[in-house]
């Protein structure tokens, strides 16, 4: 089993559309998450650190449920500029990251 | 943000010869740094993590006399190719570790071996 899974997608949607991306993880002492974006040809960027009480940048809103050990993106009112791969990456031991393959996001 | 400088963005050489990489962190010092390929429409691939002062730490399966890392300072780690080949063609990423845990990533070389 992966250490952590993302529906790779694509997901096709129309502008202003609200979009969720989910992404699990299997180990329970992970102790950082986070959401990046990465276009194609270009490197990941940080998009948003994930919090217990969830957080929230502008459109975009994580959630982290421990229990269930998920992640998620949302994203409200989608720009064309939202498209790209969405990469969920989960910490452990203060220095061991791991990458969800990517969830890529088509913006019409 | 914190910011990460790699380069060369682009390199193309003739296959047998070696390429040297540079990834560095400019306003935060960086005692880990990880060294990442990846193939096109693939996720990243953890190749090593490069800690300051230390020899790095490789993934199962690279080759440490192939993929020369070193970590000098705090602010740069480097990668060299060593006789590379057409194989060896990728997008080559390093990333380093903020001080809040969150890793921040270079821009990428794109290593093309003929």
């Known amino acids: 089993r992966k250490e952590v899974e993302q529906d790779p997608g694509p997901f096709n949607v129309p502008e202003g559309a609200t979009v969720a991306f989910n992404c699990t993880y299997s180990?329970?002492?992970?102790?950082?998450f986070f959401w990046y974006r990465q276009d194609c040809r270009k490197e990941p960027k940080l998009l948003m650190s994930?919090?217990?009480s969830g957080n929230e940048d502008g459109r975009f809103t994580a959630q982290l449920n421990r229990a269930s050990q998920y992640i998620s993106l949302l994203i409200r009112d989608s720009k064309l500029s939202d498209s790209a791969t969405y990469l969920c990456?989960?910490?452990?031991?203060?220095?061991?990251?791991?990458f969800g393959s990517g969830t890529k996001l088509n913006v019409k | 943000g914190a910011v990460v400088s790699q380069h060369p963005s682009w390199v193309i050489c003739k296959s047998g010869t070696s390429v040297k990489i540079e990834c560095r962190s400019l306003?935060?010092?960086?005692?880990?740094m990880f060294w990442y390929r990846q193939f096109p429409k693939q996720s990243l691939m953890l190749m090593a993590t490069?800690?300051?002062?230390?020899?790095?730490?490789?993934e199962q399966g690279v080759e440490k006399d192939k993929f020369l890392i070193n970590h000098a300072s705090l602010t740069l780690s480097t990668l060299t190719v060593t006789s590379a080949h057409p194989e060896d063609s990728s997008f080559y990423i390093c990333?380093?570790?903020?001080?809040?845990?969150?890793?921040?990533f270079g821009e990428g070389s794109r290593l093309t071996v003929l």
């Open positions: 490069s800690n300051e002062g230390s020899k790095a730490t490789y």
């Open positions: 990456v989960v910490m452990y031991n203060f220095n061991k990251f791991y």
């Open positions: 306003d935060f010092q960086a005692t880990t």
């Open positions: 994930v919090y217990s």
């Open positions: 180990n329970s002492a992970s102790q950082s």
């Open positions: 990333s380093a570790l903020g001080e809040a845990g969150e890793l921040f």
